[in-house]
């Protein structure tokens, strides 16, 4: 069960109070907790049973020349606060005069109503019995799948608060449980295959393991039949989950901080551009009712919304924090964390075509295509694979040759490209939207992806 909310109203008088001590007029808070339960398995034994509890505070304060000074501890007690307080008051000192984050605009704000009911924890031997069970399934799929390399099941609860000086008085929970199976499998003479698959649910009640270990068991039998690929350009499909891997790894095209740091593709004058093809839309929607992770407000106070980043294949907006914002003058989107230069994240891509408007290629199916085409199932390596500051991408994949309807697995293979060629190259997006673990998108064609064979 989640842990028995933090008295908010009395935490904010309290720093109220040591701060009218201390002559200090300016402040705010951000405040994290978080219990979970974790196990892991191997072979029938219990590998790893794991219980934490983690709790943060970050406390900032402006002094009378304007300067931020920033400290994060995690002593909660009023001791712990008051050092806290004291420790940011000297820091703001040595503040930087040319990066000044300030108070939301949107603190006060209405909150968006997530419907996220908070769940009961089973308990860690539940959990261990559970994934105990789905291993043994799972080993007894096929006689290749000899172990499960990679497994976790887990079950939590988060809490976040942020307070400041103005009367902000944000507080949010919520529950969370994730169970990860990879197996992998191995025949006489052949090379180790894998397939796993992922499951998030609001508590592990919910959680659908018998999907979980149908999806890895597939993977995984799908890909032992492997043969090597030939060099050359292809028509891909990419899984939404692989296209959702890819987008994320060069959201910093999105982020307006890092635009200002000189570390996007984007310029601040390129909202309005034209990045994809027309038919191709992208939104960063924390409030999407999959999205088990959503939380109401950001770590400045702004609440949550959804916004359109894509639309029709024009940049349309950058996430944003009080200080770039403020820049760009525009509004805080709800993407920023806390700190003295704040940084700033996506929450839910939302991938889909635009209404009513065809790709010219509607015929693409990658359940009935007789075309030939490569499907990618996962991206590996991305923090190595991406030069996100560049465009550029080199990243190994699983996946198949798909020829008249026949999926052949790949051996071994990287795809590369520039990710902007790649938004052009767009040739259609299958009508059919899937939720992932990650995200919300179809399955998307892209012409002419240069695959690299394994020699």
């Known amino acids: 069960m989640a842990n028995a909310p933090l008295n908010v109203r009395s935490l904010q008088d309290q720093l109220q109070s040591l701060a009218s001590r201390e002559g200090i007029s300016r402040w705010d808070l951000g405040a994290s907790r978080s219990s979970s339960a974790s196990v892991q398995v191997d072979r029938g034994e219990a590998k790893q049973l794991k219980a934490s509890q983690r709790s943060s505070i970050t406390i900032r304060v402006w002094n009378q020349q304007g300067l931020v000074g920033i400290t994060s501890t995690s002593d909660l007690s009023d001791s712990g606060l008051e050092k806290a307080l004291m420790g940011a008051h000297q820091a703001s000192g040595f503040g930087n005069p040319d990066d000044v984050p300030g108070f939301s605009p949107l603190a006060t704000a209405p909150e968006p109503d997530l419907h996220r009911p908070l769940q009961d924890a089973q308990g860690i031997q539940s959990l261990l019995n559970q994934l105990l069970d789905a291993e043994k399934q799972l080993l007894g799929r096929h006689p290749a799948i000899g172990t499960l390399p990679y ?18 008085l944000r507080q949010a929970q919520r529950t969370q449980a994730s169970i990860f199976l990879m197996a992998r499998a191995e025949e006489s003479g052949r090379k180790p295959r894998s397939g796993g698959a992922v499951r998030i649910a609001l508590g592990s009640r919910d959680l659908d393991v018998e999907g979980c270990i149908n999806e890895a068991a597939e993977r995984t039998i799908s890909h032992l039949n492997y043969q090597p690929i030939d060099t050359g350009r292809y028509l891909v499909c990419f899984t939404p989950e692989a296209f959702l891997d890819l987008i994320g790894s060069f959201s910093s095209m999105l982020s307006a901080r890092a635009v200002l740091d000189g570390l996007s ?11 994809a093809v027309p038919f191709f839309n992208l939104t960063d929607n924390g409030l999407h009712p ?26 349309e907006n950058f996430l944003h924090s009080e200080a770039t914002a403020r820049h760009f003058g525009v509004e805080p989107t709800g993407h920023a964390g806390m700190g003295a230069k704040v940084s700033v994240g996506p929450d839910w891509f939302e991938v889909s075509r635009t209404p009513s408007m065809s790709t010219g290629a509607d015929h693409l ?8 085409f ?26 198949w040759l798909v020829k008249g309807g026949e999926r052949i697995s790949v051996e071994a293979a990287t795809v590369a490209g520039d990710i902007r060629e790649l938004l052009r ?3 259609h997006l299958e009508p059919e939207s899937v939720i992932t673990h990650e995200g919300v998108s179809p399955y998307v064609w892209v012409d002419g992806l240069a695959i690299t064979g394994e020699a």
């Open 265 to 275: 593709l984007s310029k601040a004058d390129s909202i309005g551009d034209q990045l």
């Open 425 to 427: 190259s767009i040739v």
């Open 374 to 399: 490569v499907l990618i199932e996962s991206l590996s390596a991305l923090h190595a694979g991406v030069k996100a500051s560049q465009g550029a991408f080199s990243l190994p994949f699983d996946g």
């Open 290 to 315: 999959a999205h088990v992770g959503a939380m109401p407000f950001d770590g400045e106070g702004t609440p949550t919304r959804a916004l359109p980043l894509i639309r029709e294949g024009c940049l």
């Open 151 to 168: 497994n976790a099941m887990n079950e939590g609860s988060s809490e976040r608060i942020y307070l400041n000086s103005e009367g902000a």
């Open 365 to 372: 199916d990658h359940t009935t295509t007789p075309d030939s």
